[in-house]
């Protein structure tokens, strides 16, 4: 799947963006694995997704698998007390009766999941193993599976076995109806469990052998299979779905748009996010990081509310008292009409953020106040950069958290988030690596936050001068624990040769002396 294959970033940002909304948490995380199962872990808040490029189909058809498989983790995470492992029976049967249950529970409130549903057990169904290739008794909890789930066999199952699966599967719908009925959830159904697991004549800690969809990624078929799986699913799920347009389901016109749009935003990511690799500056790459432990929601609004008057042009005053307003007198005298006068912010502006181990202690707040500053430079539609330094196996390393042209984003929350405070502060050396790109693009400001003194004074003395000959304002914001200290770090790197620095004692304060140098261009 080359159009996806290389954009798992986007790939992460819409599904954390869905998965969150779907199951109404803000600190689920996602993580792609091609070793296991797509799973979710209730107690890391994390969601584990097979990749996409491992699922059977067209490109179009795999993320709407992708994007099924999360909506049911999410309705995991929202309606399930616990989730066991698939390892053994016992869970794996629990498991399976909770896919039941969530998939009715969910239904009720995101109505248009059907047709995705329905694809989704075509899929499935596809995916699963022929009875005779499963040994042993395993053979009976998968016939189990595929009679609950499709209601019809991959294969044939031996006449001694059959009227246990069916009176199982029987007995679990019900215990899945009534739960539904009654608002039992997963800890009452798990009560039920050694009761099919009598019924199936099995041990509940039978190993149960692995069988992914993504095992037969590479395999084909056609749309007239396709169609034949499909028609099965829709005969047997016309109970609980009604009737089903199998044209319809297969053309998925109500997720056709989203997907069109993830692919444009691939191609744009896949564009601009070459340039800082070729240059020596890394991107770090997304991983299962929950970024909104920095997001500092009061911060955020509290600065929002501040600064739209920069965006406007007027401030909003409520006051207990004031002069009382006579409109007639009003518009005899005055013109009846107002508007807002909307500010410009033309400058471009880079930020460079210190991330040696100094900051450590204090690198979730000095996050916080910069995830801040970025989203209300976002709402100002102020043009800008954001970049990190620390030290990775010893070697220094400039990260590009959010590069110019790209709109700041939850991708770029999780790259900051996951960057570690530790190492020195070799300014010099990431003025260096930096310089073409800056060249390059040529910011009206570039802002530099430390808390301490670089390692080479003379050397980033010599790359400032190199900087400012482009014409681009060299600012540096010292912080520190407390007033005397910030200052006097401020006064340092004065004599670096920056055109202006500012001291910062309070990492909230951040924001507004970054915004309060944009006010003054």
């Known amino acids: 799947m ?4 290389l954009q798992n970033e986007s790939l992460v940002e819409i599904a954390t963006f869905l998965v969150r909304r779907w199951s109404e948490r803000e600190n689920i995380t996602i993580k792609f694995s091609d070793k296991m199962e797509t799973k979710t872990r209730l107690k890391e808040n994390k969601v584990i997704m097979t990749p996409i490029e491992k699922r059977i189909g067209d490109d179009f058809q795999r993320y709407r698998q992708f994007r099924t498989s999360l909506w049911y983790e999410a309705m995991r995470i929202k309606f399930c007390k616990k989730i066991l492992s698939n390892d053994h ?24 999941m059907d047709e995705e549903i329905i694809l989704n057990y075509t899929y499935m169904l596809v995916s699963r193993p022929q009875l005779h290739t499963v040994y042993g008794k395993a053979r009976i909890v998968e016939a189990f599976y595929q009679y609950f789930m499709f209601g019809a066999f991959k294969g044939e199952v031996q006449a001694s076995h059959f009227e246990k699966i069916k009176n199982a599967s029987e007995f679990a719908k019900k215990i899945v109806d009534e739960s539904i009925e009654k608002g039992y959830d997963t800890e009452w159904l798990e009560k039920k469990i050694p009761e099919i697991i009598k019924i199936l004549d099995i041990d509940s800690l039978l190993t149960i052998p692995i069988s992914l969809s993504f095992m037969k990624a590479e395999m084909t078929i056609s749309e007239e299979e396709l169609l034949k799986f499909l028609s099965v699913i829709s005969k047997n799920k016309e109970g609980d779905f009604g009737k089903i347009d199998s044209n319809a389901v297969l053309r998925g016109d109500n997720i056709y748009d989203e997907y069109k749009v993830l692919l444009d935003e691939n191609k744009k990511n896949d564009k601009k996010g070459t340039i800082p690799e070729s240059i020596g500056i890394q991107i770090p790459v997304v991983t299962n990081v929950d ?22 042009g007027w401030k909003e005053q409520h006051l207990v008292n004031g002069d009382e307003f006579d409109e007639e007198s009003y518009i005899e005298g005055n013109k009846p009409f107002f508007s807002d006068i909307k500010k410009s912010i033309k400058t471009k502006i880079f930020i460079l953020l210190d991330h040696s181990s100094s900051i450590a202690s204090d690198a979730i707040e000095y996050k916080k106040a910069t995830i801040a500053l970025c989203e209300v430079l976002s709402l100002l539609k102020v043009k800008f950069a954001v970049y990190a330094f620390n030290t990775e196996n010893r070697s220094v390393v400039c990260w590009s958290v959010k590069p110019d042209d790209i709109k700041w984003n939850r991708i770029a929350a999780k790259k900051l988030a ?12 990431i003025y260096d690596k930096m310089f073409p790109i800056i060249e390059s693009k040529r910011p009206d400001i570039f802002l530099t936050l430390t808390d301490g003194e670089p390692s080479d004074p003379d050397a980033v003395r010599n790359k400032i001068k190199n900087l400012k000959r ?8 010292g912080l ?9 770090i401020a006064n340092n790197l004065k004599h670096l040769g920056y055109e202006k620095t500012l001291a910062v004692s309070r990492l909230n304060d951040i924001p507004k002396k970054v915004l309060s140098i944009l006010e003054q261009t």
């Open 89 to 112: 029976a016992f869970g794996f049967i629990l498991n399976t009766m909770e896919t039941r249950r969530v998939e009715h529970l969910g239904r009720k409130i995101w109505k248009g």
């Open 291 to 312: 970024e909104t432990a920095i997001y500092d929601v009061n911060l955020i609004n509290n600065l929002k509310t501040k600064f739209r008057e920069l965006k406007m």
């Open 480 to 488: 520190g624990p407390n007033t005397i200290r910030s200052i006097t």
């Open 470 to 477: 482009l014409g681009i304002s060299m600012i540096a914001l």
């Open 418 to 429: 996951q960057i570690v405070a530790k190492g020195s502060t070799p300014l010099a050396e």
């Open 2 to 5: 080359q159009s996806l294959k």
